[in-house]
């Protein structure tokens, strides 16, 4: 699984106990930033809990792209009643 944060001034200590914690249950999970606060930036760098990658470019196009991609319908999905 893979999971894109965008992490805030006063929100990248949650997000980051959150990573750590799906880390534990799924260790297979990989953590990706598309973008984040100089706080935030300067806690990753010296955090060595979660190996996070950035998501490089965040042009509009991209950021317009992954908007898309949230809205699509997942095939297959069961249904919750």
Known sequence: MRILLQLS??????????AKKIKEL???????????AKPADDFLRKQKDIDYWRLKNTTRSTLKRIEELKKMKVQNR???R
Request: no cysteine.
């Open 26 to 36: 799924n260790p297979n999970t990989s953590f990706g930033i598309a973008g984040s």
């Open 78 to 80: 069961p249904v919750i």
């Open 9 to 18: 001034t006063f929100g990248f200590r949650s997000y980051h106990s959150f």
